[in-house]
């Protein structure tokens, strides 16, 4: 009886916690979105080039996705534990994986969007410019982008392997894993096509492509997962 009211805490708490980082990551999607990119193939006129004169121009319209990211990360470290709390004895295995690879991923981007948003604007505004340049989001080549690449791909990771917490019995669960495993592929395949068209000179443009397709990822999951989790509560 204990494990049973046990069982149904968990599967509530991830429903809600499903539903809350979707909803998060669509609303720092839009947010992000906004954010029209001042330098790289991107940009749309009026670029900067090195050494990234005009960064105060752009704050803090370009930063505000940020604040979001961080909760948004907070979010997907929750829900993935919550999984894991949720999943069989048999795949916890795979949901341990995916916590993993959430810390990594989590720990990674957390440093790059929180360091951005609390150096770079304040250091320039200081006049304390030197090594800038390497760490700003508009250098298409610097730490921030490398950091972002490095985030994501650990988010995919983490995703792949939670796919394999859920069955391919009912169709719910199957969609859930198709999705969850189609992302990684889509991510592979999106390095590929940009390092051997760009080489190291690929810029941000597979960094757009991992967010776009891990975010969504995490939209249409956490839904349907939300939506799993619902009905189990019901039976």
């Not at 670029?47 to 979010?75: G, N, T, V």
């Not at 720990?107 to 760490?135: C, H, N, R, W």
């Not at 757009?208 to 956490?222: F, Q, S």
Request: charged fraction near 10%; proline fraction near 3%.
């Amino acid at each position: 009886m204990e494990t049973q009211k046990s069982q149904k805490t968990f599967l509530t708490f991830g429903f809600y916690t499903s539903i809350f980082m979707s909803l998060l990551t669509l609303v720092t999607f839009g947010f992000a979105i906004t954010a029209i990119p001042s330098a790289g193939p991107y940009c749309p006129g009026n670029c900067m080039d090195y050494p990234f004169p005009d960064i105060l121009l752009y704050y803090p319209r370009d930063y505000r996705w940020m604040y979001l990211a961080i909760f948004q990360l907070f979010a997907f470290v929750v829900f993935m534990v919550s999984n894991h709390y949720i999943a069989n004895a048999t795949k916890k295995l795979f949901t341990f994986l995916s916590i993993a690879f959430a810390l990594i991923s989590a720990t990674v981007l957390l440093l790059a969007y929180f360091t951005q948003f609390s150096v770079v604007p304040i250091s320039v505004m200081k006049g304390e410019t030197d090594g800038i340049a390497l760490i700003t989001q508009y250098n298409e080549h610097g730490l921030f982008i490398a950091m972002e690449e490095l985030g994501y791909i650990s988010m995919s990771l983490a995703l792949f392997f939670l796919a394999f917490a859920f069955t391919k019995l009912y169709r719910l669960e199957r969609g859930i894993r198709i999705i969850l495993i189609g992302q990684l592929f889509l991510n592979v395949f999106a390095f590929l096509f940009y390092a051997l068209k760009f080489g190291i000179e690929r810029s941000y443009l597979f960094e757009v492509a991992t967010i776009t397709i891990n975010w969504l990822t995490l939209i249409i999951t956490g839904l349907l997962i939300g939506m799993y989790y619902r009905q189990k509560i019901r039976y």
